[in-house]
């Protein structure tokens, strides 16, 4: 009798290589299930019947928590890898847990562990785009890669996780299962990046859109962090994780929220925390209806315009501890 497989994972760079990696190592044809970064409650796609087998990458288990009882009821076998918060998970025989929310780890870092480095390039790849500047590139030296084919995967990392940033799929270069159909047969990153036509358009758009961002101002701002509003475009709802992540990176040791319009009047909210282990970005977003996340970088799905106020009182009061000073302007 034929099984029935589910793969389910994260649009962004980290799930699609988390994704990629497994069935490098675990060929089988399988029902896709993803979409854009924020669509993080995939599991209630999963028509799971008894005996079938799920796979699940990047995705958070408090999102999904009802969603994976129901699957596990139904008879279905779960393999989860994750880095986000997950306290709503709970033991069951038919549950493989392997999760792990330390700020230098991604999915494709827990998914590298567990097959012992087969496909580590790809890896690499993921947690440059995850941000993890640091990680990535002890593992790209660890492997004996030159600066520049570490710049290359940096590179494929940061337009992979670009891709998925958007409110809808049509804002999207690429439909996340396309992309990952596109990549996945090429078991080495640096092949892909040399005959990929999908990198090529992506580079490009990645560029065009990027060299917008460079009259954006934060809106409200302080010594230890800063909040950003972006145009209502497709083009800014393509570059907020790379603005995100970039201010970031700039300023490490402090907080910025980057706020997302929808096309309902509502925002999207990126968050990123300077001091992960003391100021967790997850707690914060957990304080509003659709947030979550993990230490580093969390997000709220939905945040009304009548809150954002009151959002950026929260982050005020939340970060004022990671700086010197407390002045906006």
């Not at 509003?288 to 950026?312: C, M, Q, S, T, Y």
């Amino acid at each position: 009798m034929d099984v029935r497989r589910f793969d389910v994972f994260n649009g962004d760079a980290d799930g699609i290589c988390a994704q990629h990696q497994w069935r490098l190592a675990y060929p089988a044809e399988s029902t896709l299930v993803t979409g854009v970064k924020r669509d993080v409650a995939l599991l209630r796609r999963v028509d799971a019947a008894a005996d079938a087998e799920v796979m699940v990458f990047d995705i958070a288990i408090d999102a999904n928590a009802a969603a994976l009882r129901a699957v596990l009821d139904a008879g279905a076998h779960v393999t989860w890898f994750d880095h986000h918060s997950a306290r709503h998970a709970f033991a069951h025989p038919c549950l493989h847990l392997f999760w792990d929310d330390d700020p230098a780890v991604c999915t494709s870092l827990l998914v590298d562990r567990h097959l012992g480095g087969r496909y580590r390039a790809w890896a690499v790849a993921a947690a440059f785009g995850d941000n993890l500047a640091g990680p990535a590139r002890m593992l790209a030296a660890g492997m004996g890669l030159s600066t520049t084919q570490a710049d290359a995967l940096a590179d494929l990392g940061t337009v992979l996780n670009y891709n998925a940033y958007g409110e809808c799929v049509d804002d999207l270069h690429f439909a996340p299962q396309a992309l990952y159909r596109a990549l996945h047969p090429y078991a080495d990153p640096f092949a892909f990046i040399a005959a990929s036509a999908e990198y090529r358009m992506l580079a490009e758009g990645y560029r065009d859109d990027c060299s917008r961002m460079s009259g954006l101002q934060p809106q409200w701002e302080w010594d230890y962090g800063a909040v950003y509003v972006l145009p209502d475009a497709c083009w800014a709802r393509r570059v907020s994780g790379v603005l995100a992540n970039r201010v970031a990176a700039a300023e490490s040791t402090c907080a910025f929220a980057v706020l997302t319009p929808c096309p309902d009047g509502a925002f999207v909210v990126s968050v990123r925390s300077g001091a992960p282990g003391t100021h967790p970005a997850n707690v914060l977003c957990e304080a509003f209806p659709g947030g979550g996340g993990r230490r580093a970088a969390a997000g709220i799905n939905l945040l009304p315009a009548a809150d954002v106020e009151r959002f950026v009182r929260a982050f005020s009061d939340y970060f004022a501890g990671c700086g010197d000073g407390s002045h906006a302007r």
